[in-house]
């Protein structure tokens, strides 16, 4: 293993960290599209929740692409991380003291940091959802597995660390929404897919989606703490 990432080419890497990052950002909408159904109060939700989860963890392309989600998510976390290390040892200490928020924004000099956040919360987001939902004991409704129950249960004021679980959720999906401004931004520029007349909308894009997407998902834990008080 290179000081550099997984791999030795520098050029190589950057593509392979814009397409697992962009690729990440449409993961996202897809799990973004089936959480929002957590609004949807009584049998009518938990059904619909319910459904959206098997339909997650059974159906063939859907578990391809899962797999192809997690090696993305290795690779752009490991990587990234040991990136921001060594970019972080190449710069004279002073330099980025005196000027590194004239040079860059400070999610942009803050990746190594957000990353792990976020890769702290996904390991306990999988523990607490994932590795259940495919190999823990679930209660059961409808002949399904009942996630929206384990969800609701987790988020809730009954629940010793409920209100905890909230606001650990609502800071890891700050920490996204500063990774993904910068990040999403980034990815296309890593492509060379700028232009004077592409990137305003790139940019503006950006904002939109990294700000949008992180504050939908954190609504949503907050609105089933709320709703169960």
Request: proline share 3%; with cysteine; hydrophobic share 50%.
């Amino acid at each position: 293993m290179s000081n550099n990432g997984f791999l030795k080419s520098s050029l190589a890497k950057k593509y392979l960290m814009a397409l697992t990052g962009l690729f990440l950002c449409t993961f996202l909408l897809g799990h973004l599209a089936g959480n929002l159904q957590l609004f949807i109060q009584g049998a009518k939700g938990q059904q619909a929740f319910n459904e959206y989860a098997e339909f997650m963890t059974t159906f063939p392309l859907v578990k391809i692409l899962s797999y192809l989600t997690y090696a993305s998510v290795l690779f752009h976390i490991v990587d990234g991380i040991m990136l921001s290390m060594r970019n972080r040892k190449s710069r004279p200490v002073g330099y980025v003291k005196e000027k590194g928020s004239a040079n860059a924004s400070w999610s942009s000099r803050n990746m190594g940091i957000l990353g792990t956040i976020i890769a702290v919360f996904l390991v306990s987001h999988m523990q607490t959802f994932w590795y259940k939902m495919h190999f823990g004991e679930m209660p059961m409704h409808a002949g399904l597995k009942d996630l929206h129950t384990v969800v609701l249960a987790f988020f809730s004021p009954e629940n010793s660390i409920g209100l905890i679980a909230v606001v650990g959720y609502v800071l890891a999906q700050a920490a996204l929404s500063f990774h993904l401004v910068h990040g999403f931004q980034s990815g296309f520029q890593s492509l060379g897919l700028r232009h004077p007349r592409y990137t305003p909308i790139i940019e503006k894009t950006g904002y939109l989606f990294g700000i949008g997407v992180p504050l939908l998902f954190a609504s949503i834990p907050v609105f089933l703490y709320v709703n169960q008080l």
